[in-house]
């Protein structure tokens, strides 16, 4: 577990993260203090040279394996997707290449690489080359061949992001109208990355909330509708972490198969940080990305604070990202005696316990449902940090309110600790009717 990091602290590990070269990370659960945290940086092999998978015969970022119910993305996006060597679902066809020389790109267009597009994300000083292989090349090899071609820069799939514990959230997002923003408001605290949501529904009506489509116009979606009245939700007896506070949310879905990808995260943060958020909140789960690690480093370097659920594929899964990244703060579900929820990540990013089951959370149509998952206790931490006015100091103030629970002291099970119990509302009380 992370104990608590200096300002300066958090630059310097920004900062490292940024300007590290190439490297594939492999972690494993239990630990804690802060020097689980630096290993994260330092202690690393160089990209392409980890782990050998037997079955693609290829060398590949990450040796964390898909969880199974992933390949339900896959099946059911007719094409738009496509696995790679351990399973994770990425975006067919498409390599993303970070720091291309104009030597290197010379080199990959005589190869028989095309470029897909170009991403230029200012705010956060980083750009990127989508590329999509020569044909009829298996896309591993072509990323193999890339990271040959051009030793110098950083290559990797266009991973997807899946919502903590929901195998199909996008691969059938609900049916949902175009969205516009119900408010172009001013500086906002928080910033939610997921699907859009439903701004007209009752605990999100007194929150001004402006929402931007990064996979297209965004989309309402029961997910992210859930999580975002949990962060600033207010309804009678049901409150989120920051009550009625302004939120800025980015919708990497829009509804299509092939929405939550790496590029569409990374320029989500970057809109973030041209809004000026000082905490974003991401309930979704995925492998190592270096597209996705430079541009969080590069959003906390800019005084970001990332709250990302730590995942519910049981307390031996290895950790997922982006909450096992340096500085991110991990949130792990307790149940309604605030027990660990069975599927629960555990580990040594995990920072902070909340209420994630046996609670009530907005749903479609102005309707109550009721949520189980870590996707729905990060934003009650992210809620409570920006409530304290974010930064380091906000996420000290919550700490210090933390009730220390199982090991004495911080532990892989409960972080520093459980936040946020009174925030959990029975379903009851709310009628509610349905599950997510």
Do not use: C
């Amino acid at each position: 577990m992370r104990s608590p990091i200096p300002i300066a602290g958090w630059i310097a590990i920004a900062a490292m993260a940024v300007a590290a070269p190439a490297v594939a990370q492999i972690a494993l659960p239990g630990g804690g203090g802060l020097a689980q945290v630096l290993p994260r940086v330092t202690d690393r092999l160089p990209l392409g040279e980890g782990r050998l998978d037997g079955l693609a015969g290829e060398l590949i970022d990450t040796a964390l394996k898909a969880p199974e119910r992933l390949g339900r993305l896959v099946r059911q996006s007719r094409g738009a997707l496509q696995a790679d060597p351990e399973g994770w679902p990425v975006v067919s066809d498409e390599i993303v290449v970070v720091g291309l020389s104009d030597a290197a790109r010379a080199r990959a267009f005589s190869a028989g690489f095309t470029v897909v597009r170009e991403d230029r994300l200012e705010a956060l000083n980083l750009s990127s080359v989508v590329f999509a292989p020569p044909r009829r090349q298996p896309l591993h090899r072509a990323l193999r061949r890339l990271r040959e071609i051009a030793p110098g820069a950083e290559a990797t799939l266009n991973h997807v992001y899946a919502p903590a514990g929901m195998a199909t959230a996008t691969a059938n997002p609900p049916a949902a109208p175009l969205l516009t923003s119900t408010a172009q408001s001013g500086i906002a605290r928080l910033g939610l990355i997921d699907t859009g949501v439903e701004a007209t529904h009752p605990a999100l009506a007194g929150s001004s909330i402006e929402q931007r489509g990064f996979a297209g116009p965004a989309r309402m979606g029961s997910h992210g509708t859930a999580v975002a009245s949990l962060m600033v939700g207010r309804f009678g007896a049901f409150r989120g972490g920051d009550p009625g506070a302004a939120l800025k949310i980015a919708d990497i879905y829009g509804g299509r198969p092939a929405g939550g990808s790496s590029t569409a995260l990374a320029e989500a943060l970057a809109w973030m940080v041209e809004q000026r958020v000082l905490v974003v909140n991401v309930s979704l789960v995925g492998p190592r990305n270096i597209l996705v690690e430079r541009a969080v480093a590069a959003a906390q370097l800019r005084g970001v604070i990332v709250v990302a659920a730590a995942g519910n594929d049981g307390p031996a899964a290895p950790p997922l990202y982006p909450a096992a990244y340096p500085g991110v703060i991990g949130v792990t579900g307790l149940g309604g005696r605030d027990r660990p929820l069975p599927e629960a990540a555990r580990g040594s990013q995990v920072d902070f316990a909340a209420p994630g089951a046996d609670m009530a959370a907005a749903g479609a149509a102005g309707s109550w449902i009721t949520v189980r998952g870590t996707s729905f206790a990060s934003p009650l931490v992210a809620g409570l940090i920006a409530h304290e006015g974010g930064g380091v100091a906000g996420v000290e103030i919550v700490a210090r309110s933390a009730r220390d629970l199982g090991t004495p002291g911080t532990d892989p099970v409960y972080g520093r600790g459980m936040v946020a119990g009174d925030r959990r509302v029975a379903p009851a009380a709310m009628g509610a009717r349905g599950r997510l």
